[in-house]
């Protein structure tokens, strides 16, 4: 069996895309498509004293019609460092802050030009904290044709897949007979993840991966798991 996962590069984002990595042998970021704005491409959200923050990259506007690979990230503010004094003031206090707090630091003290790069570089990083091994391509090296499920067809095969790992959501729009014609089981991920511990107050769980982190450190890998699909081909 060799299982694929698949999904656009997204800013820190939350467990549930960390655990498609983890459950897959390979792991697709699907970057030769078109930009989505006001998106996980760009954004995503902590958990503070004061409630749920919005951390969002800005790119210029001119690149932002075009695929995600494409978009540039605007430096006319010092957004790197608002999102580090952000965090840092969210979760100084949790028990694995100082454990973690060298890379992050690294990397929001870096200048990034595209926001691809920035996205996947935090995504492998955190992999890589996190104990993931996962194989990753860019859709961009697969050189693939067509849109939506034709795309994921030609993944499969150039990848030598039998197995596809989606998002609950992509159940609107995937062809299911043009899977089933090339061998492929399909399977969709379930989001259903046990509360672990937090910092201020009521447990939120759809937050970026960095509040699993900072508050589980070692135990992280714990609260990705569950019963985690349904097959349905």
């Known amino acids: ?27 697709v970021f699907h970057e030769d498509i078109q930009y989505t704005k006001q998106d996980w491409r760009n954004r ?18 001119q690149t932002s019609k075009g695929t995600i690979a494409e ?5 006319t503010d010092p957004w790197n460092k608002k999102h580090w004094r952000i965090i840092e003031q969210a979760y100084r206090t949790a028990p ?12 929001y003290n870096r200048h990034w030009d595209r926001l691809m ?20 391509v860019l859709s961009s090296s697969l050189h693939l044709t067509g849109v939506k499920t034709d795309r994921l067809i030609q993944m499969c095969q150039k ?21 089933e014609a090339i061998g492929v089981r399909v399977e969709y991920q379930n989001y259903d993840y046990p509360d672990y511990p937090q910092l201020h107050g009521a447990f939120e769980p759809h937050v970026s991966i960095i509040d699993l982190l900072f508050n ?3 135990t992280a890998l714990e609260y990705l798991r569950n019963e985690a699909t349904t097959r349905t081909s």
């Open 1 to 27: 069996m060799k299982r694929l996962g698949c999904i656009q590069p997204s800013y820190i984002p939350w467990r549930g895309y960390f655990h498609i990595i983890q459950r897959s042998d390979v792991f």
């Open 44 to 61: 995503n959200q902590v958990k503070t004293e004061a409630g749920l923050r919005w951390l969002t990259v800005p790119v210029q506007r």
């Open 71 to 75: 978009v540039l990230i605007d430096h």
């Open 96 to 107: 694995y802050f100082a454990q973690y707090r060298p890379f992050f630091e690294d990397l």
């Open 117 to 136: 790069d920035l996205d996947i570089a935090f995504t492998k990083g955190i992999c890589d904290l996190l104990g993931i091994r996962t194989e990753f």
């Open 159 to 179: 990848l030598h897949i039998t197995d596809y790992l989606s998002g609950p959501a992509a159940r609107d729009y995937i062809e299911m007979d043009k899977f």
């Open 216 to 218: 589980c450190g070692d």
